[in-house]
């Protein structure tokens, strides 16, 4: 069985988040959606809330599984049984750093392939911090994030007030 591990912030998850986790399982028989707990990052929502909103919007996808994560990616996903980690490709400015973490990760565990995945076209400009400025200034973001997430966003964030 062909395990694959698709990490990130997801703070908040997209439609392109969705995108490339539809992708991941035409390739894969089972997906671990790994939600980093950041040290360095200062999230909008709590790990939890990051989990509970994904998992609300996978909860119909059978082979998909949501956890929180923590420490080095790749002994997660040894630790997970995975043989892939799955990383988007939105533009040609994600590729440098991309391409830095997966060489990185291969010389920690070779075993562990990394993926790239790019997200349909309506989604590569798309990404979660032009969500939350666009969410925080009062804009619409149905288009870029499921309702629940649309919903949480204006719960969390602070409507300006127009005049």
């Given at each position: 069985?062909?395990?694959?591990?698709?990490?990130?912030?997801f703070?908040?998850m997209?439609?392109?988040?969705?995108?490339?986790?539809?992708r991941?399982?035409?390739?894969?028989?089972?997906?671990?959606?790994?939600?980093a707990?950041?040290?360095y990052?200062?999230?909008?929502?709590?790990?939890?809330?990051?989990?509970e909103?994904?998992?609300?919007?996978?909860e119909?996808?059978?082979?998909?599984?949501?956890?929180?994560?923590?420490?080095?990616?790749?002994?997660?996903?040894?630790?997970?049984?995975?043989?892939?980690?799955?990383?988007?490709?939105?533009?040609?400015?994600?590729?440098?750093?991309?391409f830095?973490?997966a060489?990185?990760?291969?010389?920690?565990?070779?075993?562990?392939?990394t993926?790239?995945?790019?997200?349909s076209?309506?989604?590569?400009?798309?990404?979660?911090?032009?969500?939350?400025?666009?969410?925080?200034?009062?804009?619409?973001?149905s288009?870029?994030?499921?309702?629940?997430?649309?919903?949480?966003?204006?719960?969390?964030?602070?409507?300006?007030?127009?005049?």
């Amino acid at each position: 069985m062909q395990t694959a591990l698709y990490p990130g912030t997801f703070d908040p998850m997209t439609h392109g988040h969705l995108d490339i986790m539809e992708r991941a399982l035409r390739l894969f028989d089972s997906l671990i959606v790994a939600v980093a707990v950041n040290p360095y990052k200062h999230p909008l929502f709590t790990v939890e809330e990051r989990v509970e909103m994904i998992q609300e919007e996978t909860e119909s996808w059978e082979r998909i599984r949501v956890e929180p994560f923590d420490g080095l990616l790749i002994e997660y996903a040894h630790n997970m049984g995975a043989q892939s980690i799955i990383r988007g490709l939105r533009a040609v400015s994600d590729f440098e750093y991309e391409f830095q973490m997966a060489l990185t990760n291969r010389s920690l565990d070779s075993s562990i392939e990394t993926v790239f995945l790019m997200p349909s076209e309506q989604y590569t400009y798309l990404n979660s911090t032009i969500v939350k400025e666009i969410a925080h200034l009062g804009g619409n973001v149905s288009q870029f994030v499921p309702k629940g997430v649309e919903r949480r966003l204006r719960e969390k964030l602070p409507q300006p007030e127009h005049e």
